[in-house]
Structures are given as C-alpha cells and as structure tokens.
C-alpha cells in the first residue's frame, strides 16, 4: 500500500487562535478562531492513532482522560494518551501538568468546585521543541501562546474538571474517578538511537520519533502503520511532495526523499520500536 496523505478537518475552538501555522491558510477576516486541526483518513475510518496541530490564545480546561478500561466501560473504543511536540511559545507559556502534592478524589472535587484547583496544578513553563507525555489520569491543561502537535490515542473523550468560570459542561464524577491527582514525573526520556533519529517515547500505546536526516530511504514497516508528520524541510513520500502542514499515513515500505533541513515526526502504535524503520 503506498502512503496516503491524511484529510484535515479544522475544528474551532473559542481558545483558538486566527492566525496558525506555515502550511495552514489563515482564518479569514471574520471567521471564528481555529483551536485544532485533525488529520483523518479520506474513508472515515477509524484508526488507533490521531495526529492534531493545536492553536491557543487561551488556557485550555483543567482536564482528564480516561485509560482504555476506563473508556471501553463507557462504550467508547479505547482511552487516551497523549504526547505533545512544542513548535513555537510565547515567552510567558505554560503547560499545567500534574499537581503540587497528592490529592484524594475529595480534595480534587472540592478544589474543581471552588477554582482553587488552578492553583494546586503545576504550569510548566515551555520552549520550543520541547516534549511531554501525558497519560490517562493525568491532571493537565494547556496554557495561551502555543502551537504544538499532538499525537493520541485516537478517541474524542475528554473530562473537564475546570473551566475558569465558563459556561461550558464539566465532568465532575468521571473525572474524579479516573484521575491521577500526583506531581508529574516523565514518564519517558526521548533516547538519540542514531544519527538524525530521535524516539522521544516508547509507550504501550504508541512510539513517536522525531528524524533530522536527509538521503532517499525505504520506511520499512512491521505491519504496524506509521504516521508520518513533516514539520519543516521538503521531500517526497511515495514520489508526492511535501512540506510542513500535511500528514502522511504509510503501511508496508514507502519510498522517501528527505531534503535539508528535514525535521519529521514518525508515530506509529506501541509498544516497540519498528528496527529497520529505515533502510
């Protein structure tokens, strides 16, 4: 099978923000701001992965995901994790995650009442190229001034604990019972495995790499597809150009081109890394 170039769907968001990303057409005068765009497949279906660019102009809800126990009792398909790549922040952006000190289920819904959870979460200041692995039960919110992409688990559930006084629905009883309310730890360490490849995670549920390489090769898959999601740079894959703003959905072996200057993220589902990823 050659690699398919994913659809998009922009979908707005009232954090979001007008003007995005190089390879994303600006929000025209007017229009409502944009806070993500998906990348789907052309037949609708429904793949274990997601990859989303991300826009803020405002903090996001204090929020949670459910794992796939969790989820799938619900009747949804699977959990969701998730791992985010910084691409640009403003000098002042943060990333909540985790929070100060351990908190039982009470503590957690008392302090998503009062507000005072705000407080008790831990904002993060971020950078540029930066990564973070969110997992299911992680208490977590993404602050204004961001654009970054997001790999998850390929589910549309999310429990709002917080929402700053907004009038938008929260999710008290389902995100208490599946959070995690304790201080962040990594739970990865991106490991350099080779000369311009980087995995920046390995988790039961996906890898993500993140290539800085030039030359033609062969992506030699195990059977697992692999999301392919140029961030900068230009070449080919499977002879179809591309360059940043565009994601790639590659089964059996693709052909690839990678010019200078090349900066390509490479997910596919866990756990284990595909070997001879590149040959």
């Given amino acids: 099978m050659s690699a398919i170039r994913l659809e998009t769907k922009r979908v707005e968001k009232p954090w979001g923000r007008t003007d995005l ?18 990348f789907q497949t052309p037949d609708g279906g429904d793949p274990d992965l997601l ?15 459910p794992d796939d126990a969790q989820a799938q009792a619900r009747g949804y398909p699977r959990g969701k994790e998730e791992a985010w790549v910084i691409l640009a922040a403003d000098p002042t952006a943060t990333i909540a995650i985790g929070t100060k000190e351990e908190m039982t289920a009470d503590e957690l819904r ?29 208490v977590h919110a993404i602050g204004p001034g961001l654009t970054l992409v997001e790999v998850q688990q390929n589910v549309d559930l999310t429990y709002r ?5 907004s009038d938008r629905e929260l999710h008290l009883d389902d995100g208490v019972a599946v959070s995690d309310p304790v201080p962040y730890v990594p739970p990865y360490t991106p490991e ?29 898959s195990d059977g697992r597809p692999i999301w392919l999601v140029p961030l900068a740079g230009d070449g080919t894959i499977d002879g ?9 959905l590659a089964e059996g072996e693709t052909k690839l ?23």
């Fill in 21 to 38: 990303w190089p390879g994303f057409d600006a929000v025209a005068p007017g229009g409502a701001p944009v806070g993500e765009i998906w």
């Fill in 51 to 65: 990859v989303k660019y991300l826009f803020t102009s405002e903090k996001l809800s204090i929020q949670v995901h």
């Fill in 110 to 138: 008392a302090a998503s009442l009062d507000g005072s959870i705000e407080d008790k979460v831990v904002w993060h200041p971020v950078k540029k190229d930066e990564f973070y692995y969110s997992g299911a039960g992680t």
């Fill in 161 to 165: 604990l917080y929402d700053y006084g």
């Fill in 192 to 220: 350099t495995v080779s000369e311009g490849r980087t995995v920046l995670c390995d988790s039961p549920k996906f890898v993500l790499e993140r290539w800085a390489r030039t030359g033609d090769g062969t992506l030699k």
């Fill in 240 to 248: 179809d150009a591309f360059t940043a703003g565009g994601v790639w």
């Fill in 257 to 279: 081109t990678l010019g200078a200057g090349t900066d390509l993220l490479v997910a596919y589902t866990g756990p284990g890394r595909i070997d001879a990823i590149w040959g």
